[in-house]
């Protein structure tokens, strides 16, 4: 098993510009999210899903739409890029088990000129 | 407000100076307490879950113990290799039943 995989790993853009960070897992489960990490803050949650075809809101989800047309895919899309979304995201997966734990991806380092 | 603290934010141990990490919590309705170790460059990897207060689980140098309000990761005669940092994370009703992740302490085990 891959277990999350994330791509790219390191990704630079310009003010302005449209991306779409890649996340795909092949442990079946239904819960998928997006986080962000930011130097002295906890990770934030972006958007999550609890299925194909649901998605919902975090805790920071301005700038960022999301999909989920399949179990295993979750990507996330920056529609037009700003600096204040230069970070390092993570996309993470679990059983929808209520209190089961996080699997996370590698990462992805953005940053955003 | 929902909040998670962990502290101190650093730590620097000797090999074999064992020490304790802090995470204290201010949520409502706990459905689970999360550890995570997180090495440079890589997500966060699954270390423990606490449930209950007056719960302990132990993993090789490493036990976590969980409070009503707070959860220490206790490390045990530390090697180099333990050096990470250490996310605390919470799963609550008050925070929709999503994880509310502390800031991290850093630890640097010197040979």
């Known amino acids: 098993n891959a277990g999350v995989t994330q791509t790219p790993k390191f990704q630079v853009l310009k003010t302005g510009q449209s991306m779409t960070l890649q996340c795909a897992q092949d442990?079946?489960?239904?819960?998928m999210s997006w986080y962000r990490q930011d130097p002295g803050m906890g990770l934030r949650l972006i958007h999550y899903?609890?299925?194909?075809?649901?998605?919902d809101q975090g805790e920071v989800p301005n700038g960022y739409n999301v999909s989920r047309s399949t179990t295993e895919d979750f990507p996330l899309r920056l529609l037009s890029a700003a600096p204040s979304q230069t970070s390092v995201y993570f996309c993470?997966?679990?059983?929808?088990?209520?209190?089961?734990?996080?699997?996370f991806g590698s990462g992805t380092q953005l940053s955003v000129l | 407000e929902d909040q998670v603290t962990q502290s101190p934010e650093a730590l620097r141990l000797q090999e074999g100076e064992s020490s304790s990490l802090n995470c204290s919590y201010t949520v409502s309705g706990l459905r689970g307490l999360f550890w995570y170790r997180q090495d440079p460059g890589k997500g966060p990897e699954f270390l423990f879950t606490?449930?209950?207060a007056g719960e302990e689980k132990e993993k090789e140098r490493l036990k976590a113990t969980l409070t009503k309000k707070e959860s220490f990761l206790h490390i045990t005669a530390p090697k180099p290799e333990d050096s990470a940092t250490y996310l605390c994370?919470?799963?609550?009703?008050?925070?929709?039943?999503?994880?509310?992740f502390g800031t991290g302490t850093s630890l640097t085990v010197i040979p």
């Open positions: 994370a919470v799963q609550a009703s008050s925070t929709g039943n999503q994880f509310y």
């Open positions: 606490l449930y209950s």
């Open positions: 442990m079946n489960h239904e819960y």
């Open positions: 993470a997966s679990r059983v929808d088990r209520g209190n089961e734990k996080l699997f």
């Open positions: 899903s609890v299925g194909a075809g649901i998605t």
